[in-house]
């Protein structure tokens, strides 16, 4: 069905005909669409990695103002084809060892077409029921895998970011509102998102400590204890300490028991940022990166970065959910949502500043049952044996060296060489587009980090990369 | 292909085959899913708005734990037709009128399938080059039809919400760091994720003021400029307004220009919330409801609710992004992120608190392109005309009275006769499952709510709607 164009007035055509796309114009559209997706996943691995272009090139060829009129799908899609993905970074690509390598699945991408065809918004129960439960259900088959405590209250932001804020805002209203100021604990390798949820929940720049960590980059409790005291000292109010399990730049474990020992000890909300690591607890043998875990006010957990789930989806889990709800809530629900609350049902708005709510639950309910706990283990075994193989070559090569020690799946490498070089070595390994790393600095030096995460990456992926590092490198001087 | 469920060692399986859904098993599932999503985009008129289903039911009828080995991909897409969609509240129901109505639609649905395949995070313009400058440019193409000053920068939240968060935190930014209590002003009529937003970044529940509103649910502009006097007058520091065009409660204007010249003259924070009302300015004859929108520092505008985006994508505009950027920023960028920087292009992660960012763009350019301006507008008018007729039937039916003016597309009203009876009213029409409508409290008198936001809405489904609450009246005593 054509989009209405032409001189009649918009009345007359209203009542013969609804302008939007029809069910068959739909279906043929994302029948093309699906091969188009089906074709992009066999094929990923032709495509750069990065693509080759400049700022502002897509933006100069897509026209300044937008359509008057109406286009035709064919020619979006083909514009999309054309426009659009020569300027993506392709995450999808299995040789994408970036940042985290964040890493979608085909149930995932099931689940979301489902989601975005439902356009469920579960602010209330009563307005998503299944999404309510759904999120409740699957984040509890989470929760069971990760060996968190039973009691523990899930649900989803859309990143750790996000859900690190609230667990801040949950950790200044459980500090009641003292006159002194509130001062937060997270390691200096922690990921920036914990400073910009205190700076967000306005907790001041001088009142973030960043604590010292030790040779393999883990917070040093007793820094953090003679931190804490210093504070205490000066008249401020220690409230919140952030440990890491996964740091962003070398995947570091900050020691959680000992940490959550100190926290209790001074009553601060213990909040654990286990994004990238947490995960890996669904294998027996890494379930111990949890313990201290049970000790947690909140922990956040992301099925986008290492469990196959497209983004974006951050479990957030919390035994003290009632904290989340006072910290936002009001003194009276407004009445257009009074009309329609349910005493016997969660109300996932309730915990959050977001009040609409995608169905986000939907395509993480997919990949886990499409994989099961065991297909899931399997594959991220997959990548740790990789990422070992990996190193070991690296410590087998006298030109290279390990820059941290290898827990998951990311590897930390440098050439015995200047930063300069070692920069040198990471932009020339990705200009080629067969491969994508980034760095990062540890100890004062710049490393290149290699980080496994995509599903469909293979040994051969990982081979072939380590071989275009090597004769890179060669070239070198 | 199939999920490694065997007894062999992972390592061996891991060498000859990567245990994910094969593209070719994706192609299929995904062929199913487009026809079960275009059947259902057919048929939805089918299904009851509302399910009838009580809390707890669907989580009981769900395993209690996750499964254990891999489950075949059309178990589970039977699984979501035969459990999750029954509990589903169908916000894609043409007869779907409550709260704000909100729509998707067939481009928006594509849009979201490829963003899902594609799974692209651009956190910076370089991980996602293409998802930066589309979200750049289809925010210009809004921002010229919406009338917004051609210097507003425009980025993506999930929803107002969390757009209006970001403006608080920037609007406390602004204010610097005074000894006075930061006060917040919005009316009695503004959504509750102002108070939220207002909430989370710290401002206490006693420093948000809640202005009156006239006989047409809009800010008093003279009782705005006394409270911020009261407040001078006692040592506090007003720093932050926010208007809202289209109240929740009865889709209200709050006088821009007066709150503008207001904000001006005391160099308050002026965020509009136009989270509904805006796409309306679309419409050359609506245009006027931005007039003073140009001093705004910052405006949130929602595709997902009017304008036939999928949830979720909120559009936040602002003339001052530096303000943002600072508020979040740290001393310096971390070592991971900054070996990643682009000095020429825009980091979109610079400026909120979420560091990851999906590819919502595509989902919003695939609209704006498939309907194009006009077709848009087409759409909205059909909308505004359609709520004016319902108006006229409640106006002609002695039993009924308007509650509010109809401004755009919802409509306020209720019988004449106690609150326990328009409650009744409301609850027997929703039970029927073939409408649903919302409810809300003005000037002290329960009403009802019918908004029409649906694409797929028409004449038929506003007048068997209007027939199905005059008979449902009749048997309310």
């Given at each position: 069905m054509q989009v209405y164009v032409g001189p009649e007035p918009a009345s007359v055509i209203l009542k013969v005909m609804s302008p939007h796309m029809s069910p068959e114009e739909f279906r043929a559209a994302a029948h093309q669409t699906v091969d188009w997706i089906a074709d992009y996943l066999r094929d990923?691995?032709?495509?750069?990695?990065?693509?080759k272009v400049e700022p502002g090139v897509l933006a100069e060829r897509l026209p300044a103002q937008g359509p008057e009129h109406g286009e035709p799908i064919e020619k979006i899609l083909a514009d999309f084809r054309e426009l659009i993905v020569p300027g993506?970074?392709?995450?999808?690509?299995?040789?994408?060892?970036?940042?985290?390598?964040i890493s979608g699945s085909g149930p995932g991408i099931l689940g979301e077409m489902l989601a975005a065809a439902l356009n469920?918004?579960?602010?209330l129960w009563k307005t998503g029921p299944s999404a309510t439960e759904l999120e409740q259900v699957s984040l509890g088959w989470l929760r069971q895998w990760l060996g968190l405590p039973e009691q523990f209250f899930g649900m989803i932001h859309d990143t750790a970011s996000t859900a690190g804020l609230h667990a801040v805002i949950a950790a200044r209203e459980a500090a009641g509102q003292p006159d002194a100021p509130l001062v937060l604990y997270t390691s200096?390798?922690?990921?920036l998102s914990i400073d910009r949820a205190a700076l967000a929940a306005g907790?001041?720049?001088?009142?973030i400590r960043h604590i010292p960590v030790d040779d393999e980059f883990r917070m040093r409790p007793e820094a953090l204890a003679a931190a804490i005291k210093a504070d205490l000292d000066a008249g401020r109010k220690p409230f919140c300490v952030v440990p890491t399990l996964?740091?962003?730049?070398?995947s570091s474990l900050d020691p959680l028991p000992e940490i959550g020992a100190i926290a209790q000890r001074h009553n601060l909300w213990l909040h654990v940022d286990?994004?990238?690591?947490?995960?890996?607890?669904?294998l027996e043998e890494y379930?111990?990166?949890?313990?201290?875990?049970?000790?947690?006010?909140s922990i956040v957990v992301n099925p986008h970065k290492w469990?196959?789930?497209?983004?974006?989806l951050s479990a957030l889990y919390t035994r003290r959910p009632e904290v989340f709800r006072q910290a936002l809530s009001l003194e009276q629900a407004p009445a257009y949502l009074q009309a329609a609350g349910?005493?016997?049902?969660?109300?996932?708005?309730?915990?959050?500043?977001?009040?609409g709510r995608r169905f986000r639950a939907l395509k993480l309910w997919f990949v886990l049952r499409y994989f099961g706990r065991q297909g899931i283990a399997e594959i991220l075994r997959g990548h740790i044996r990789m990422a070992r193989e990996f190193a070991a070559g690296v410590s087998a090569d006298s030109r290279f060296e390990l820059a941290?020690?290898?827990?998951?799946s990311l590897v930390c490498f440098r050439l015995r060489a200047s930063d300069d070089q070692n920069r040198q070595l990471l932009e020339r390994v990705n200009a080629t587009g067969a491969a994508f790393l980034s760095g990062t600095t540890l100890r004062g030096k710049f490393v290149l980090r290699l980080a496994i995460g995509n599903i469909a990456t293979n040994d051969n992926d990982v081979a072939q990369t380590w071989e275009l590092i090597r004769s890179t490198a060669a070239s070198i001087s």
């Open positions: 990923v691995r032709r495509y750069p990695v990065t693509p993506v970074t392709h995450w999808n690509h299995p040789r994408f060892f970036g940042y985290f390598s469920v918004n579960h602010m200096e390798h922690a990921n907790i001041g720049r001088g009142n996964g740091t962003t730049s070398s286990a994004a990238y690591a947490g995960p890996a607890a669904v379930r111990h990166i949890l313990a201290g875990a049970e000790l947690a006010d469990l196959f789930t497209p983004v974006d349910s005493a016997s049902a969660v109300n996932f708005s309730d915990y959050s500043v977001a009040l941290a020690p290898v827990l998951f």
